[in-house]
């Protein structure tokens, strides 16, 4: 049997870790190649609370940052494609789909893993990155027995948004949810990678709440899978039975 590899197509460093970190980690601990493709440094995130650089000095911090976290979830080092944070939307389309087509020729995962289209919390470079990764996984059809066999999307289900007062996310019926991945297993890895991300941490009031509503809004990932071809899909595997 081939290796398993998934690719997550995400915008900012903390993407990763944040939405679908435990997921990537448990994935990894069952030998799948798990790489994060990031489109920008994240250069207009904060330089936290008080400061930890000064805003030059930002873009190579939040990449330290990321390689930080992708080491604590256990996968591989990740790839960027640099372009500038807040500014997708005016990014020449046909290029980045490209760049994502690229490294997914060269990746060859099977399930690629992104943003849903109104970014979950509408936020204009997530959108961006979202429409780039679905036009890349229709254009990757050429790639035999590699050819992508699925596309999910980042999720939070309604009831997960109702309990916690996240009126701010677009959530989704509960029955829309394809996938829900307890991750109390890579629960401390988890905490680890967002720890890495030491810029962006007062950034995040869930962090601040308690621990029981830390653990509704981060110790289960949600995902919707919204395109799939002939193939094994290997992230049902995560689902229980």
Same mark, same amino acid.
């Given at each position: 049997?081939?290796?398993?590899?998934?690719?997550?197509? %995400?915008?900012?460093?903390?993407?990763? +870790?944040?939405?679908?970190? $435990?997921?990537?980690?448990?994935?990894?601990?069952?030998?799948?190649?798990?790489?994060?493709?990031?489109?920008?440094?994240? /250069?207009?995130?904060?330089?936290?609370?008080?400061?930890?650089?000064? !805003?030059?000095? %930002?873009?190579?911090?939040?990449?330290?940052?990321?390689?930080?976290?992708?080491?604590?979830?256990? *996968?591989? !080092? !990740?790839?960027?494609?640099?372009? #500038?944070?807040?500014?997708?939307?005016?990014?020449?389309?046909?290029?980045?789909?490209?760049?994502?087509?690229?490294? *997914?020729? /060269?990746?060859?995962?099977?399930?690629?893993?992104? =943003?849903?289209? &109104?970014?979950?919390?509408?936020?204009?470079?997530?959108?961006?990155?979202?429409? =780039? +990764? @679905?036009?890349?996984?229709?254009?990757?059809?050429?790639? $035999?027995? &590699?050819?992508?066999?699925?596309?999910?999307?980042?999720?939070?289900?309604?009831?997960?948004?109702?309990?916690? $007062?996240?009126?701010?996310?677009?959530?989704?019926?509960? /029955?829309?949810?394809?996938?829900?991945?307890?991750?109390? &297993?890579? =629960?401390?890895?988890?905490?680890?990678? *967002?720890?890495?991300?030491?810029?962006?941490?007062? @950034?995040?009031? *869930? %962090?601040?709440?308690? /621990?029981?509503?830390?653990?509704?809004?981060?110790?289960?990932? #949600?995902?919707?899978?919204?395109?799939?071809?002939?193939?094994?899909?290997?992230?049902?595997? %995560?689902?229980?039975?």
């Amino acid at each position: 049997m081939s290796e398993s590899r998934v690719l997550a197509v %995400l915008a900012h460093p903390d993407d990763e +870790t944040f939405r679908c970190g $435990g997921t990537l980690a448990l994935l990894a601990r069952r030998s799948v190649r798990v790489q994060v493709l990031t489109a920008t440094r994240g /250069e207009a995130g904060s330089c936290g609370d008080p400061p930890l650089c000064t !805003p030059g000095e %930002l873009p190579a911090l939040r990449e330290q940052e990321l390689r930080c976290a992708c080491a604590a979830l256990g *996968i591989k !080092p !990740p790839r960027l494609l640099d372009y #500038h944070d807040g500014a997708l939307v005016g990014v020449d389309e046909d290029e980045a789909v490209e760049r994502v087509l690229k490294v *997914i020729r /060269e990746l060859r995962p099977q399930v690629l893993i992104t =943003w849903p289209p &109104d970014g979950l919390s509408g936020h204009p470079d997530h959108v961006a990155v979202s429409h =780039w +990764t @679905e036009q890349a996984f229709h254009r990757a059809v050429d790639l $035999g027995s &590699d050819t992508p066999v699925a596309l999910y999307h980042l999720a939070v289900p309604h009831s997960v948004a109702q309990a916690l $007062g996240l009126a701010q996310l677009h959530a989704i019926p509960d /029955e829309d949810v394809t996938l829900s991945v307890d991750v109390m &297993d890579v =629960w401390a890895q988890k905490l680890a990678a *967002i720890r890495c991300h030491r810029t962006q941490l007062g @950034e995040s009031p *869930i %962090l601040a709440a308690p /621990e029981a509503r830390q653990r509704l809004f981060l110790g289960r990932e #949600h995902f919707r899978r919204v395109e799939a071809r002939q193939g094994r899909d290997f992230l049902m595997a %995560l689902h229980p039975e």
